[in-house]
Structure formats: C-alpha cells, structure tokens
C-alpha cells in the first residue's frame, strides 16, 4: 500500500472518529439566490450556472446570510460539513467555489444534489 493510501485512510478515518457531520442546505439557509437583482439587498457574488447541455449559462446573484464565512470557519474546526441543495449539481458547485474564494478555503467535505 502506498504512502497516498495510507494518509487517505487515516484522514478518513479521523473524519469518522473525531468529527461530526452537518448538512447545510444551501437555499434560503446560507445564501439566497436570485436571477434579479431588485429582490436582493446585497449582492455578494455572482455565478453563471448551465442548466443544460447546450444551453446558454444563467446567472445567478447571491446574497450569502450575515456571518456566513465566520459559521463555515467555526463549523469546520469541529464538523465535517456536507451541502445539499434540491438544485442541480453545476449550481452546487458553482455556489461552494463562490463561497471558497470568499473564505480563502475548502469548507465543504461533500455536496448532495439532485
């Protein structure tokens, strides 16, 4: 077994024997998201999204909750954190890169989509 293996199993083994896990929803708990701008009082960043194969890429304005980036860096010392969302996975993505580049980190251990 190679030194790469050795180290995956013994992080995830840490994961399961030290931290708990949190799945946060992404819509209407960490960020809202709108296509227009007057339903939002702050913009924070903007995606674009592909919603389908040949399709054009949406934009998509977000507006993260106060304290988003503070609750991630608390949460991470102590918990594994999963993100779900009932959006599709290209939105998912999109919305943990935004939020990582705000953090300056990697929050997210798994995303959960449809």
């Given at each position: 077994m190679?030194?790469?293996?050795l180290a995956n199993i013994f992080e995830y083994n840490y994961v399961l024997l030290v931290k708990k896990?949190?799945?946060?929803d992404i819509?209407?708990?960490?960020?809202?998201?709108?296509?227009?701008s007057n339903e939002l009082k702050k913009i924070d960043d903007v995606i674009f999204?592909?919603?389908?194969?040949?399709?054009?890429?949406?934009?998509?304005l977000l507006s993260f909750r106060p304290y988003l980036i503070?609750?991630?860096?608390?949460?991470?010392k102590e918990f594994e954190i999963i993100l779900y969302t009932?959006?599709?996975?290209?939105?998912a993505k999109a919305f943990a890169e935004s939020v990582e580049r705000?953090?300056?980190?990697q929050y997210f251990d798994?995303?959960?989509?449809?």
């Open positions: 190679s030194k790469s293996n896990t949190i799945v946060l819509d209407e708990t960490l960020v809202f998201a709108s296509t227009n999204i592909k919603m389908a194969r040949f399709g054009s890429p949406i934009k998509a503070y609750l991630l860096d608390e949460l991470s009932c959006g599709t996975a290209a939105y705000k953090g300056e980190k798994h995303i959960l989509s449809l």
